[in-house]
Nanobody, 126 residues
C-alpha cells in the first residue's frame, strides 16, 4: 500500500492549486481517502474525505465552498482542488487511507487512518 501526494507549491492569496494523491496496492472503491494538513507549530487538521463505495465527500468548515475532493478510480488518484487560497491555508498536505470504505464521523481526527503518504507543501503568500 502506497500513497503519494503531489502538486504543492507557492501561490498568491486568491489563487488555486490542485493536489493529487496517487495510490497503489488497493482499490479506491474499498477504502476512504482523506486529505490532512499540518501547519508549522500547529496540530494536524482534517481537510476533506471521500468515501470508497459511494464517493460521498466531506470537508472541514474552514474550506467548505473553496476546496473540493474528487477521485479517478481507474487511475488510482484522489484530487484536492483548492480555490481562493488564503495565507492560513499554508501547510504540509498529506493524503491517507481510511481503515474501511466509509469516512466515518471522526475522519477529521485522522486517528483511524492506516496508511499515510508523504506530504506536499502548499505556501500561500499574502
Amino acid at each position: 500500500v502506497q500513497l503519494q501526494a503531489s502538486g504543492g507549491g507557492l501561490v498568491q492569496a486568491g489563487g488555486s492549486l490542485r493536489l493529487s494523491c496517487a495510490v497503489s496496492g488497493f482499490s479506491l472503491v474499498n477504502y476512504s481517502i482523506g486529505w490532512f494538513r499540518q501547519a508549522s507549530g500547529k496540530e494536524r487538521e482534517g481537510v476533506a474525505c471521500i468515501d470508497g463505495a459511494r464517493g460521498s465527500s466531506f470537508s472541514t468548515d474552514s474550506v467548505k465552498g473553496r476546496f473540493t475532493i474528487s477521485r479517478d478510480i481507474a487511475s488510482g488518484a484522489v484530487f484536492l482542488q483548492m480555490n481562493t487560497l488564503q495565507p492560513e491555508d499554508t501547510a504540509n498536505y498529506f493524503c491517507a487511507r481510511g481503515p474501511r470504505w466509509k469516512c466515518g464521523r471522526r475522519w477529521e481526527t485522522g486517528g483511524g487512518m492506516d496508511h499515510w503518504g508523504k506530504g506536499t507543501l502548499v505556501t500561500v503568500s499574502s
